[in-house]
């Protein structure tokens, strides 16, 4: 009964925070768990807040601490997270950043380019992480991170997830096949091998326009020059047209030997897919997409979410994620690209639409938020 009770009392001081993992928690996780609970019903976060901004009882948080430029169009953000972030993540995975900007908070997922424990070159006791933002024509929240985020900027945090992810052990032949910002999540596995001094037979076919754009340039090149086993192979296709895919038997003709992964623009992705379908060699590819691809657009409708009492008026290709995160909603979210099925809701009333087959769903049924609109008014149980 006491030792129950001392247990009750033990998992009440170190209940994590929302997005915190609870494995390889600290004594101050514990303190910021007491805390949290010691000001009820004041509202810990506002002291904390006061005290550090990165300090949270609710939510994930970390600091901008520079801001490098990539190319032209692209930069790498370094991030100090704030306390009960997960950095054990797996080579590959993505978090969510949600930026403050005029007063509404915006949600986006990014590869992390660093690897896991990585610690600042400058300040060995400092654990960070960084991403690579590469600023999409008319993209919204991509280029304010490119051209305006100013360093010191706290942003919020989801914690790393994802199943794009480096394997260990790594297998013996791997293929990488990145196009623009698809080098991200391969940037954050080829570092890890680099850290581990395992790079045993690793090909790297990225595609970028110019010379200019490719991001770490410089960097792939030094790997390149460093490692007997790895081959940074740039094509730029203002020169050369897109990598054609039946130049690998020529160029790597182990190519059905490698395990794979592509990340890059849908069509190219598309392309791969096929290639690898036909080839018979499904099973040895592993795909990330950065967009979803859509190919309908719901009526629109006045959407309420029921738990909060908001509702809000939206046209048919406006996400339900998004129009709750405009009307001040905590939706649930992940990849944001109907992947990982943690916006997945019940609609309690009416209509929605998956905007990626036209598929219509009605009350009673769950729906992924982050890839359906409203067909008609209807009414979410969020
Ligand atoms: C798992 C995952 C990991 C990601 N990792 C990275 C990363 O490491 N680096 C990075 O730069 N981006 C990454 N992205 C893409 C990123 O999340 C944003 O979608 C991207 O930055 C555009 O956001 P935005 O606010 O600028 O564009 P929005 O304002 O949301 O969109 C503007 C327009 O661009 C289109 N659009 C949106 N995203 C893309 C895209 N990726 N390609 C082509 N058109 C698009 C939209 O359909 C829209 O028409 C990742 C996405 C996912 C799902
Ligand atoms: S957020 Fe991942 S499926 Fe919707």
Redesign the pocket.
């Known amino acids: 009964m006491v030792s129950k009770s001392v247990q009750g009392i033990r998992a009440w001081l170190e209940a994590p925070v929302a997005e915190a993992k609870v494995a390889g928690r600290t004594r101050l996780d514990a303190l910021r768990g007491a805390a949290a609970r010691v000001t009820t019903p004041l509202l810990p976060d506002d002291y904390l807040h006061l005290v550090n901004p990165l300090w949270s009882a609710r939510e994930l948080r970390g600091r901008i601490v520079d801001v490098r430029k990539e190319t032209a169009d692209a930069v790498t953000l370094v991030i100090k997270p704030g306390w009960g972030f997960d950095f054990k993540f797996t080579p590959g995975q993505?978090i969510g950043i949600g930026v403050l900007i005029d007063g509404r908070w915006h949600w986006?997922?990014?590869?992390l380019t660093s690897p896991p424990d990585w610690t600042d070159p400058d300040n060995r006791a400092k654990r960070v992480i960084s991403?690579?933002?590469?600023a999409?024509p008319?993209?919204?929240?991509?280029?304010h991170l490119v051209n305006g985020v100013p360093e010191g900027t706290v942003v919020r945090l989801a914690a790393p997830q994802?199943g794009f992810v480096l394997p260990e052990p790594t297998p013996a032949k791997v293929l990488f096949l990145t196009a623009g910002?698809g080098v991200?999540p391969v940037m954050g596995m080829l570092r890890t091998m680099d850290r581990r001094a395992n790079m045993s037979d690793v090909v790297h076919i990225h595609s970028a326009r110019t010379a200019e754009d490719v991001m770490f340039r410089d960097e792939l090149a030094e790997l390149n020059e460093k490692y007997a086993g790895f081959t940074s192979h740039v094509n730029l296709t203002g020169d050369r047209g897109k990598f054609a895919l039946s130049t690998l038997d020529e160029l790597y003709p182990d190519w059905r030997e490698r395990q794979t992964w592509a990340c890059g623009?849908l069509e190219m992705l598309n392309d791969i897919e096929n290639h690898w379908t036909a080839a018979g060699l499904a099973e040895n590819l592993h795909i990330?997409r950065?967009?979803v691809e859509r190919s309908a657009v719901g009526e629109g409708g006045t959407v309420t979410f029921a738990r909060t009492g908001r509702s809000a008026r939206v046209d048919g290709a406006t996400t339900l994620m998004q129009a709750g995160e405009d009307a001040g909603v905590r939706m649930p979210f992940g990849?944001?690209?109907g992947i990982c099925q943690t916006c997945v809701v019940a609609i309690t009333d009416g209509h929605a639409r998956d905007l990626r087959n036209g598929m219509e769903h009605q009350a009673g049924e769950k729906i992924q938020t982050c890839i359906s609109a409203a067909a008609g008014d209807c009414t979410l149980d969020v």
Request: with cysteine; hydrophobic share 30%; glycine share 8%.
């Open positions: 993505y986006r997922s990014y590869s991403i690579a933002v590469k999409m008319e993209g919204f929240l991509s280029s994802g910002s991200t623009p990330e950065f967009e990849c944001r690209m």
